[in-house]
């Protein structure tokens, strides 16, 4: 008896293992390439915006730094910090990032309303707004409103290519 049972089970893993690779073959996944990249027939809704998506925009006021990097399929990701930590900040900023409220660090979506771009980080405590423009190839301008303080501010973001001599 212990003999076919273990007969059944063998077969059993057997034709699920069959299901499950003909699944595969039937319904490739289409986040794109191995690597993570997009396929080209794939267009985010940032593509024809105008950002650029080679480098990272960058605000300072005082000694604290803001980076946020936008993604062509509509996500952007920030990052704050101080000038001590500057050089550390930008490797932050890639499409996997999971993202770190407590830490200053954002994964999210934008969303593009009729000219302008919106977006919402979650710090601990409440949210922050942003909703801008692009000004030129190398400026954003937003609106920060905090829904924790009440504050509003406008930060212009510059911005700067990727470094590729320090890769």
Do not use: C, W
């Not at 003999?3 to 034709?15: C, D, R, S």
């Not at 940032?46 to 005082?62: K, T």
């Amino acid at each position: 008896m212990n003999n076919t049972i273990k007969y059944i089970l063998v077969g059993l893993i057997a034709v699920l293992s069959i299901a499950l690779i003909a699944d595969r073959f039937m319904h490739p996944r289409s986040s794109g390439s191995a690597n993570g990249d997009r396929t080209a027939d794939t267009k985010g809704p940032l593509e024809d915006s105008g950002l650029r998506f080679d480098g990272y925009y960058r605000n300072q006021i005082g000694d604290l730094l803001y980076l946020i990097r936008f993604f062509p399929e509509g996500r952007v990701v920030s990052v704050n910090g101080t000038k001590d930590v500057e050089k550390d900040l930008p490797k932050y900023l890639v499409r996997e990032t999971q993202g770190n409220p407590a830490l200053g660090l954002h994964n999210v979506p934008v969303s593009v309303v009729g000219d302008s771009l919106v977006f919402i980080t979650r710090p601990e405590k409440g949210e922050i707004e942003y909703r801008g423009a692009l000004v030129s190839s190398s400026m954003v301008r937003f609106i920060r409103h905090s829904h924790i303080t009440g504050t509003r501010q406008l930060m212009e973001y510059v911005f700067y290519p990727d470094d590729t001599a320090s890769e």
